[in-house]
């Protein structure tokens, strides 16, 4: 694999497949899970269920993009609301006002969203814990004050409805808002498992240690922000255009509180946590409507058995049974295999056992 072309070759991409992919439980159940996303019309084009899976998918982009936020760095935000309700108002107003269409300005809300994310961001330079929390509370409310108070600009209480569709079908409304989730939720894993993403979680253990080595806590910080804030802002303007509506809702505590939910359901400061929790919990809602005086009690005693018996969420509970981390190398493994695939170490012992040579 001498040259960058060689990197997209065909035995390339089957060698990555085979031994990155495949030889972990929990990569495999990934890729299963985005083969599933890309297959479904294939299988079912009923609306309703094409409605919820695309619902499912910008809520679950939303609820990652707090993960990134609260989990990684530790700056819990109970408004994040804010960066999603103002998106959508955003994308809506210009949409109205300037006849941009839905491509220009959906990214146009997100930009605008990050813009808040760093002005959200800068009161973390000051208070920790739960002030901070209650500092990003505060935003949404702010941002409903103003939309009450100028109700010709912005639809008050019933918001800017009819606006533009994604696209020309469900169908193809479904599969943009896929591709750009998928996308997304790459983009976010990357980067939380990158030298910034382990910055991030060193600030979250302990944000005085890292600012004695020399590390800018005050720019990852404000970073932290202004990423997450982008993602929970195209999240808000894919759901307003989907719904075709910008409403008070999108900026009330319940939506600051789902995300909260979702990710601590499927497995804090991992991005495939809050995707998990999303899509378990958003299409299960939808369907215990058929029971509605029960919706409510069966989900909070599901979210209560959860937490009871997987108290680190969902997806870490399943994978800590399915995958083994190395003791030597910290590689993990699955729970079939009797040595570590990178070093060779024994497992399954409580000591590392180097291999014999």
Excluded at 274 to 297: H, S
Excluded at 339 to 352: D, I, N, S, W, Y
Aim: aromatic fraction near 12%.
């Amino acid at each position: 694999m001498t040259g960058p072309l060689r990197l997209w070759s065909l035995p390339w991409a089957l060698l990555y497949l085979r031994h990155e992919v495949l030889a972990l439980p929990g990569r495999t159940l990934a890729l299963a899970f985005a083969l599933f996303l890309l297959l479904f019309p294939l299988f079912s084009q009923d609306p309703y269920w094409l409605r919820v899976l695309t619902l499912t998918a910008i809520f679950a982009l939303y609820a990652a993009s707090w993960d990134l936020l609260s989990g990684y760095t530790g700056q819990v935000s109970l408004g994040h609301a804010f960066f999603f309700g103002i998106s959508g108002y955003a994308s809506a107003i210009l949409g109205r006002e300037l006849g941009l269409p839905p491509g220009l300005t959906i990214p146009l809300g997100a930009l605008l969203a990050t813009l808040a994310g760093v002005l959200v961001g800068l009161p973390s330079l000051r208070v920790r814990g739960p002030y901070l929390s209650l500092v990003t509370l505060a935003f949404p409310i702010i941002a409903l004050g103003l939309i009450f108070l100028f109700p010709r600009f912005t639809g008050g209480e019933l918001g800017l409805s009819g606006l533009p569709r994604l696209g020309g079908s469900r169908l193809e409304e479904y599969y943009l808002v896929v591709l750009l989730f998928l996308a997304s939720i790459l983009v976010l894993w990357k980067l939380s498992g990158s030298r910034v993403g382990l910055l991030f979680h060193a600030i979250r253990e302990d944000e005085m240690a890292v600012r004695m080595v020399g590390v800018n806590t005050v720019r990852l910080k404000l970073l932290a922000f202004a990423v997450s804030a982008f993602f929970a802002g195209l999240a808000g303007g894919l759901h307003a255009h989907y719904l075709r509506v910008a409403g008070p809702d999108s900026l009330s505590l319940f939506n600051s509180i789902q995300p909260v939910i979702w990710t601590v359901f499927g497995g804090i400061a991992t991005i495939y946590g809050p995707v998990a929790g999303t899509f378990l919990l958003f299409p299960l809602l939808e369907v215990l409507r058929l029971a509605e005086e029960l919706r409510t009690l069966a989900f909070a005693l599901l979210v209560l058995l959860v937490m009871r018996f997987l108290p680190q969420g969902v997806v870490r509970g399943v994978l800590d049974r399915l995958e083994e981390e190395c003791p030597r190398c910290k590689i993990r493994n699955a729970f079939t295999r009797k040595r570590c695939r990178a070093c060779g170490v024994e497992l399954h012992l409580g000591r590392p056992k180097e291999v014999a040579r």
